[in-house]
Every structure is written in C-alpha cells, then in structure tokens.
C-alpha cells in the first residue's frame, strides 16, 4: 500500500512538470529584443510548443500502446531538460531556440495522457474520483510557477535565463526514474488493472464488448466545442483590459492571469467535491457558471467585473476540464482509457489552436472585438451547458450508479 501510495504522489509530481513549455510567454518580449526583425520567426516560439502537444498528444494514442509508459515520461522530461538547458547554456541562431522550445511542448502531450491511465490503476479505490482532478490541479500549478519563475529569473535581461526553470524537473525526472509506477510490467499492478477491468465490464461500463464507449464520445465532443470557447477569455482578455476597454495596464492583466490560475488549481482539488454535490447536473452547472462569468466584464465594464469574470470563468473551466478526466478516466479502462486521455490531452492543443480562428470569426458577426469575443464564448458555454446534461446523466449513473 505503501508502495502504491508513493506511486500516485510520483506520478502527480511529474503532473506539475507537464505545461512546461509556457516560460515561453513571459520570455517573448526579451526574445524580439534580442533577435531584432525577426519577429515574424520568433512568435513561432509561442505557438509551435502548442501544436507540439496537441501533436504529442494525438500520437500518444499509439505510443502509449507500443511502449512502456514508464519509459514514455522518463523520455519525455529528459528531452524538455536537455531542450531547455540548449537554450540556457549555448549561444544559437534563433531557429534553435525556436526547435528547443517546441520540444518542450512533448510533455503536454505525453505525460498529460499517460498520467490519468496510471492514477486510474495505481490509487486506492477511495481516492480514484478526486486523483484525476489533482492531476490537473498540479499541470495548471506547475504552469503558474514556471510562468512566475521565468519572469523572475529572466529580470537579467537575458531571455535564455528565463530556462533556468527547467532545472526543477531535474529532481523529477531522478523521482521518476526511481519511483514512477511500471505499470505495464509491475505483475501485481497490471492483475489489479485486469481485474478492475473485467469488473467494470461486468458492470457494464465497457458494455459495447470492449468497444470505445458512446459516453466518451460524448464527453469528448463536449470538451472539444468547449475548449474551443473557453480559450476565448485567455487569447483576450488582455487586449480587452489594455486596449479595448482601457480599464487597466498590463499589470492588472497579469495579476488577474495569475488569480485565474490560483482559482483553477484549486478548482482541480475540490472537483470530486463538486461531483458529489451536483451529481448529473455537475458538468452542467460548471459550463453555464463558466459561460455567465465571461459575461461579467462586458456587462460591468469595470474592473472588478474583469476580475470576478476571470477568476470565475477560470474557477468553472477547470471544473470541467477536471471533470470530465474524472469521468472518462472513471468509464474507460485498459486501452481504452489510454485513448481517451491522449485524445483528451490533443482536443486541449486543438480547441486553442481552433479557438484563434473560429471565435473571431463569430464575434465578428456581431461587431467584433476582444470584449464581444469574451461575451460570445460565454453565450455559447451557456447553450453547452444546457446539452451537457444529456451526455452525464448517463455517464453519471454509469460511473457512480446510485452511490452519489
């Protein structure tokens, strides 16, 4: 038991190490600086670790398949190491550092998917509805903590002291190597996940013969329309606090990035909490709560309507976000589990990604900007949320039946 409780606390460690790839946003200014006219090269260092995860992702769904998961993490912060410490110790042209930072979009994708498949197996039973939402607890503190490091260390005025920060994963990765769960060679683990599974099938979760299940499906539908309009308070907030509304400076837009990500952490802590109390409605709840909270700084038009929407909005989001990796991690097992985490982690890559193209788009039919961006994603959630029902009630009662 012992074993397998420092099993699930290395795993979550490695959880936090996930977003590393975000040092990338606070160094970008200091990176046009020291690469000048090449801007147009240099903003590829902001979205290609993106795509990298969504890649990574994707891919996960084969390579977690074929190769030992174990290995796969141990990989994975290997490569983001040795890719951030190019960048901080060797003096390179800046397609390098463009390669290096995409490399350290790998762990978003990788480790963001084979995490949830092995809390699933190694947590004691009490504890698998509340493991998952500490997962993304950890990736979205992890994220906070590189941010603010990287600005602190990158105060030099060197955008490469910024990846001093990837030196944290160091002791990670030694953790891992040592302690990380070798679930799919660990006979005793692999029996437990064999059982649970043929349990579950019994139960009727894999009612389909072992075929993907219709409730996952749903669920990922769900998180891939709403990612697309949840990403809009992040690609304009500022913008809208800055230029648009002149509410604020860019500071008040960074300290409400940073509440935003306290809220979102915490959120992931409690999401078992919030299941429990709102049962089928749960998901339900969180995407409409998320969709009215975007509306608060249009309707305000004020600072604190700014803040309360951010904090709010980001509270709700990862409500959901952590949600359904619950729900899906609780009514899939074995391959099908590995699955649906990895396609899970790449619609996370993909709604930002979709989200710069179809959301202008839509606010633009109903004049455009960052604030109408803001409110119209919020709308949307709101309708989602409405349909969300119809895709939990079922999937509630499969995973909980009548326990909650």
């Given at each position: 038991?012992?074993s397998?409780?420092?099993?699930?606390?290395?795993t979550?460690?490695?959880?936090?190490t996930?977003?590393?790839?975000?040092?990338?946003?606070v160094?970008?200014?200091?990176?046009?600086?020291?690469y000048p006219?090449?801007?147009?090269?240099a903003i590829?260092i902001?979205?290609?670790?993106?795509i990298?995860?969504?890649?990574?992702?994707?891919?996960?769904?084969?390579?977690?398949?074929?190769?030992?998961r174990?290995l796969?993490?141990i990989?994975s912060?290997?490569?983001?190491?040795?890719?951030?410490l190019?960048?901080?110790?060797?003096?390179?042209?800046l397609?390098?550092?463009?390669?290096?930072?995409?490399?350290?979009?790998i762990?978003?994708g990788?480790?963001?998917?084979a995490?949830p498949?092995?809390?699933?197996?190694?947590?004691?039973?009490?504890?698998?509805?509340?493991?998952?939402?500490?997962h993304?607890?950890?990736?979205m503190?992890?994220?906070?903590?590189?941010?603010?490091?990287?600005?602190?260390?990158a105060?030099?005025?060197?955008?490469?002291?910024?990846?001093k920060t990837?030196?944290?994963l160091v002791?990670v990765?030694?953790l891992a190597v040592?302690?990380y769960p070798?679930?799919?060679k660990?006979?005793?683990?692999?029996?437990?996940?064999?059982?649970?599974?043929?349990?579950?099938q019994?139960?009727?979760?894999?009612?389909?013969?072992?075929?993907?299940?219709?409730v996952?499906?749903?669920?990922l539908l769900l998180?891939?329309?709403?990612?697309?309009?949840?990403?809009?308070?992040?690609m304009?907030y500022?913008?809208?606090?800055?230029n648009e509304?002149q509410l604020?400076t860019?500071a008040?837009a960074g300290?409400?990035?940073?509440?935003?990500s306290i809220a979102?952490?915490?959120?992931?802590f409690?999401?078992?909490?919030?299941i429990?109390?709102?049962?089928?409605f749960s998901?339900?709840?969180?995407?409409i709560l998320?969709?009215?909270?975007?509306?608060?700084?249009?309707?305000t038009?004020?600072a604190?309507?700014?803040y309360a929407?951010?904090?709010?909005?980001q509270?709700f989001n990862?409500?959901?976000?952590?949600?359904?990796?619950?729900?899906?991690?609780l009514?899939?097992t074995?391959?099908?589990a590995?699955?649906?985490?990895?396609l899970?982690a790449?619609?996370?890559?993909?709604?930002?990604?979709?989200c710069g193209y179809?959301?202008?788009v839509v606010?633009?039919?109903?004049?455009?900007?960052?604030g109408?961006?803001i409110?119209?994603?919020?709308?949307?959630?709101?309708?989602?949320g409405?349909?969300?029902?119809?895709?939990?009630?079922p999937?509630?009662?499969l995973?909980?039946?009548?326990?909650?």
């Open positions: 038991m012992k397998r409780g420092l099993g699930v606390a290395v979550l460690i490695s959880s936090f996930a977003w590393i790839y975000c040092i990338a946003v160094v970008l200014g200091l990176i046009y600086q020291a006219g090449q801007e147009h090269v590829l902001s979205t290609l670790p993106t990298m995860m969504m890649i990574a992702a994707f891919a996960s769904t084969v390579i977690l398949r074929v190769f030992n174990k796969v993490v990989v912060l290997a490569i983001a190491i040795v890719a951030g190019l960048i901080l110790l060797v003096d390179m042209p397609m390098g550092v463009v390669v290096c930072s995409t490399l350290l979009g762990p978003g990788t480790i963001a998917s995490n498949t092995v809390l699933a197996i190694v947590a004691p039973p009490a504890l698998k509805d509340k493991v998952l939402g500490w993304n607890a950890l990736m503190l992890g994220m906070s903590i590189f941010t603010l490091l990287g600005g602190v260390f105060e030099t005025g060197r955008f490469q002291d910024g990846y990837v030196l944290l002791p990765l030694i040592l302690f070798n679930v799919d660990n006979r005793n683990l692999a029996a437990a996940a064999e059982m649970e599974e043929a349990n579950q019994t139960q009727g979760k894999e009612a389909s013969g072992g075929k993907f299940p219709k996952a499906v749903g669920m998180y891939l329309v709403g990612a697309v309009f949840w990403n809009a308070w992040f304009n500022s913008d809208y606090i800055v509304a604020g860019t008040m300290v409400i990035g940073s509440l935003c979102g952490t915490i959120s992931g409690v999401v078992a909490f919030w429990k109390a709102t049962r089928k998901m339900s709840l969180a995407f998320c969709g009215v909270s975007m509306l608060l700084p249009q309707l038009q004020s604190i309507g700014c929407g951010g904090i709010l909005c509270f990862l409500i959901v976000v952590s949600g359904l990796t619950t729900y899906l991690g009514a899939t074995g391959k099908n590995t699955t649906a985490m990895s899970l790449g619609i996370e890559g993909s709604g930002v990604f979709l179809i959301v202008p606010g633009n039919l109903f004049g455009g900007g960052a109408m961006n409110m119209i994603s919020g709308i949307v959630l709101v309708v989602i409405v349909a969300a029902y119809f895709v939990i009630k999937t509630h009662e995973v909980y039946g009548g326990k909650k």
